[in-house]
């Protein structure tokens, strides 16, 4: 089996990338990052910047920082979630703030579902 189409500058070769190893922490082992060389000296920063953010998020963890969010059966990291769900509840406040949201039973649901829970008394039944 001849592998020459696969050579780099064949018509299906992997295109070629720049690569770095980037130590977050003394006590784990380094992370390669690979870039594009397409990319500008301030792209070029500002990915390795990024990655080195995202492993501070998950110290101690060995596997690589991009695949993190797509693992195991696409499970998403708690932590994105919850940053996810207080930037919907504060847009929902502010909204409610401004006045942006009118409708009287929607500003209902909304209070209930920012500030309490489902047991307050305030939303209990009508006797």
């Given at each position: 089996m001849s592998w020459t189409a696969l050579a780099p500058g064949g018509p299906f070769s992997f295109p070629r990338v720049l690569g770095t190893y980037l130590q977050v922490s003394a006590t784990t082992e380094p992370?390669?990052?690979e870039v594009f060389p397409d990319l500008g000296a301030d792209q070029l920063h500002e990915a390795a910047s990024?990655?080195?953010?995202?492993?501070?998020?998950?110290?101690?963890?060995?596997?690589?920082v991009?695949?993190?969010?797509?693992?195991?059966?696409?499970?998403?990291?708690?932590?994105?979630?919850?940053?996810?769900?207080?930037?919907?509840?504060?847009?929902?406040?502010?909204?409610?703030?401004?006045?942006?949201?009118?409708?009287?039973?929607?500003r209902k649901i909304i209070v209930q579902a920012i500030y309490l829970t489902n047991r307050d008394w305030l939303f209990r039944p009508d006797a």
């Open positions: 992370l390669r990052v990024r990655v080195y953010r995202y492993a501070q998020l998950l110290p101690g963890y060995g596997f690589p991009g695949l993190d969010i797509a693992d195991k059966f696409a499970h998403v990291p708690s932590w994105l979630t919850d940053a996810y769900g207080k930037m919907i509840k504060l847009h929902l406040a502010t909204s409610l703030q401004t006045g942006e949201i009118s409708d009287e039973a929607l």
